[in-house]
């Protein structure tokens, strides 16, 4: 598993369990059944890296859709509505994309 060492199989499950129907995901409600709200700095960028696939340096729109299926395969995409919603959450400069600062304090908030 991609985040082993940084976040816990069973955590995963369960916040992965919690948003499965579609339209439920709640990046905030996500972030703490997982463990990561809760996760150092260094962690949290660790997680970031995982997530940012094309390793960009940031987490674009297409990325954060399959948000879920980072941390779990066979998790479901997230819907247009909730991809929307969790951009515009984290993207505090409005490039359309989510840096490590904006990440961070996404997960922190």
Known sequence: MA???VLKDDEIKAAIAGCAAA???DYKKFFKACGLSAKSSDEVKKAFAIID???SGFIEEDE???FLQTFSAGARA???KETKAFL???DSDGDGMIGMDEFAALVKA
Do not use: H, P
Request: aromatic share 12%.
């Open 64 to 66: 954060l859709k399959l």
């Open 23 to 25: 339209d439920s995901f």
């Open 53 to 55: 696939q094309d390793m």
């Open 3 to 5: 985040f082993a060492g």
């Open 88 to 90: 515009n959450a984290a």
């Open 78 to 80: 997230l819907t247009e």
